[in-house]
């Protein structure tokens, strides 16, 4: 089965996926986190380029295209001998950010973000997709918090792209029927509890 985290930066997805990894190892499942971008040699070089504070002007379409180059190389490298091997396969963000932040947040026309997405994935769409919403303002006291002022490049966005981004998740959480969407400013506990009893809800069918 293939699972994917969405959610702004700092909502809580690496905490959850440690969490449901542990829950889905005591089940005597075997699993693999992988981390997007990212993920494999190539697709963590393309990650250096992208999130490198020196490549401030780095254009939209170019964005889409190196963050899509880096998720083409994990489908076929990683994703689809995992889960040829019956492998649960969780990853920490997929297609739907490149959707949520070059789509909504940087305006590449949302036909063309599939398009790509088309070309960059094909079939290996997530079962199961859990965007954990928290508003940006709990985000930002979250990144105070944790990050002492070292922000990556996309984290250098100002608040509006952010809220964009967020309502582009929600717009997806409309369409997609695999989305589901998680309160995030609840307990970790409880939001570890629905993501467990969605989980189940769909293994059962
Ligand atoms: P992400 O992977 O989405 O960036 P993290 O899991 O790293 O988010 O969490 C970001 C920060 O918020 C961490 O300091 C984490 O301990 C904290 N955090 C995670 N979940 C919650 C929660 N439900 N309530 C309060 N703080 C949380
Ligand atoms: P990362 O450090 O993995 O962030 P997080 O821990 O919040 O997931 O950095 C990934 C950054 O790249 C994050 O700000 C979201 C952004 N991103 C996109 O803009 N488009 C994408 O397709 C992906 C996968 C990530």
Redesign the pocket.
């Known amino acids: 089965m293939f699972i994917s985290?969405e959610?702004?930066?700092?909502?809580?997805?690496?905490?959850?996926?440690?969490l449901l990894k542990d829950y889905l190892v005591e089940h005597n499942k075997k699993v693999e986190i992988l981390r997007e971008p990212g993920g494999t040699e190539i697709s963590e070089k393309i990650r250096n380029i992208l999130l490198d504070t020196k490549n401030l002007v780095m254009f939209a379409e170019a964005e889409l295209l190196l963050f899509s180059a880096s998720r083409a190389q994990l489908v076929r490298e990683k994703i689809l001998p995992y889960l040829e091997k019956g492998i649960y396969v969780i990853s920490?963000r997929f297609h739907d950010s490149s959707t949520a932040y070059q789509g909504y947040g940087r305006g590449v026309p949302l036909d063309i973000v599939n398009q790509v997405h088309n070309l960059a994935i094909g079939e290996t769409i997530p079962e199961l997709t859990f965007f954990?919403d928290i508003p940006v303002g709990i985000a930002n006291e979250?990144?105070k918090?944790?990050s002492k002022g070292k922000l990556d490049r996309i984290e250098l966005s100002d608040i509006e792209f952010y809220n964009r981004v967020r309502s582009g998740y929600l717009e997806i959480a409309r369409k997609e029927e695999r989305f589901k969407v998680i309160d995030?400013?609840?307990?970790?506990e409880?939001?570890q509890n629905q993501i467990i009893s969605e989980l189940e809800l769909i293994n059962r069918r």
């Not at 959610?7 to 440690?18: A, H, L």
């Not at 995030?184 to 970790?188: D, K, N, P, S, V």
């Open positions: 985290f959610g702004i930066d700092f909502s809580g997805k690496s905490t959850q996926i440690e920490d954990i979250r990144r918090k944790k995030g400013t609840q307990t970790i409880t939001i």
